[in-house]
């Protein structure tokens, strides 16, 4: 278990990363990590482009910085009242990890089954990698896999101001069959939970027996170096 919130937007997405990494190298544990960004900033997906997804001039007047992660996806919003969940899981470890359809069913069903008892019927998986409560979505979840670890990690919506979503995100070119045309303002909400309550219903779903006892901010310095500060790496498409 990690509870580990960085500095930067740039710093958290490359720790994500470099746990990943330093999992494939050197193997270990299954880790949790939870975050919670400071600040507003997009992510792209990997494969997102810039211009398709974001209003992007906005984004460069009002100095909203636009990143991207090494996982799919699509595009979102982050920041305070956004919580991130973070799972490295050993691919070998449970059949129901061995695609990736198979793992946003066995992951989403547990966090449905934990949310649901909490917040009551209307908790729901939607789309291909979406959480829903009363319709609308409050979860959004992307991974990345690589030979034996694959990184699964999602955001929580409980305190989000959903208004800036609209401000500085276009409709996505693709819409799960649930959404409709809804724009972002109807479509996306917050549950109403606080964020120690959310935690404790994720550490529910994934027990956790350690503290993960040090970071690799070694490797995440070196993803920073490599790409994280790079402009290159977020804006190449």
Known sequence: YLDLTLATPEENLALEEALLD??????????????ESPRHFAVLGYSCKVRDDLHYERCLKEALPVLRRAS??????QGPGCLNFSLILK???????QNITRTNAWVLEKHREVFGARLGTGVEVE????LTFRSLKFSGNAQRRRRVYLLFHGTILYAFDTALMSRYLTLPPRRPAYRGERGHETFAANIPLATEEIKTLIRKAWPCENT????PLKKMRALLESRYLQSDWHLKY
């Open 22 to 35: 330093s999992a494939e190298d050197a193997g270990g544990g299954e880790i949790l990590r939870l975050w």
């Open 72 to 77: 799919g996806g699509g595009t979102v919003l």
């Open 91 to 97: 691919i070998s470890a449970n059949p129901s990890l």
């Open 127 to 130: 789309g291909v990698s979406d």
């Open 212 to 215: 993960l006892p040090d970071a």
